[in-house]
T-cell receptor
Framework: DQQVKQNSPSLSVQEGRISILNCDYTNSMFDYFLWYKKYPAEGPTFLISISSIKDKNEDGRFTVFLNKSAKHLSLHIVPSQPGDSAVYFCAASGRGTSYGKLTFGQGTILTVHP | DSGVTQTPKHLITATGQRVTLRCSPRSGDLSVYWYQQSLDQGLQFLIQYYNGEERAKGNILERFSAQQFPDLHSELNLSSLELGDSALYFC????????????FGPGTRLTVL
């Protein structure tokens, strides 16, 4: 039962363009969402988060959008840089889930070409 | 560098053996989480500790156990190891259990032969 899904295993983007990574969830008890970036041989690095009371959160080049009715969130990276090439995971937590547990998607491999 | 440290970085052992993975949280963080990342399962929550006490359990096998010590470091013990236990094991920490942003260590890669 995959409660958080990232349907695109990979995404390839040209440097300077926008990268859009998508994530869908099924559990309506989720009320907090996070994006993590992971390089090979390293642990996931926290990028940005959003509470369900908001529909948008920005931090520099990164913006997360949340559509609660569609149970969908997306991460926009503008402009994309070669150093952004990594695996991106979305994660969710919330009421009714194990306290503090993050449920992760399977990840999307982003490649930014110079 | 997240400030979370994990040792060892790599561990190779045989089936039936027992290993201990160690984690030190970020300075000031009281809550520690363990996750397993295998090829087919992605990142899966195992267990959470807060200030020395177990707070939440995920899909953790009975052969696995963990504890958090008074100095807040945590250990994950894996026993009667099977080939399928080969995975990356990550530790994460947060200031308090209700804080969603968790900061991950570099992981321990366990290979069971």
């Amino acid at each position: 039962d995959q409660q958080v899904k990232q349907n695109s295993p990979s995404l390839s983007v040209q440097e300077g363009r926008i990268s859009i990574l998508n994530c869908d969830y099924t559990n309506s008890m989720f009320d907090y969402f996070l994006w993590y970036k992971k390089y090979p041989a390293e642990g996931p690095t926290f990028l940005i988060s959003i509470s369900s009371i908001k529909d948008k959160n920005e931090d520099g080049r990164f913006t997360v959008f949340l559509n609660k009715s569609a149970k969908h969130l997306s991460l926009h990276i503008v402009p994309s840089q070669p150093g952004d090439s990594a695996v991106y995971f979305c994660a969710a937590s919330g009421r009714g889930t194990s306290y503090g547990k993050l449920t992760f998607g399977q990840g999307t491999i982003l490649t930014v070409h110079p | 560098d997240s400030g979370v440290t994990q040792t060892p970085k790599h561990l190779i052992t045989a089936t039936g053996q027992r290993v201990t993975l160690r984690c030190s949280p970020r300075s000031g963080d009281l809550s520690v989480y363990w996750y397993q990342q295998s090829l087919d399962q992605g990142l899966q929550f195992l267990i959470q500790y807060y200030n020395g006490e177990e707070r939440a359990k995920g899909n953790i096998l009975e052969r696995f156990s963990a504890q958090q010590f008074p100095d807040l470091h945590s250990e994950l013990n894996l026993s009667s190891l099977e080939l399928g236990d080969s995975a990356l094991y990550f530790c994460a920490s947060s200031a308090l259990p209700g804080i969603n942003e968790q900061f991950f260590g570099p992981g321990t890669r366990l290979t069971v032969l």
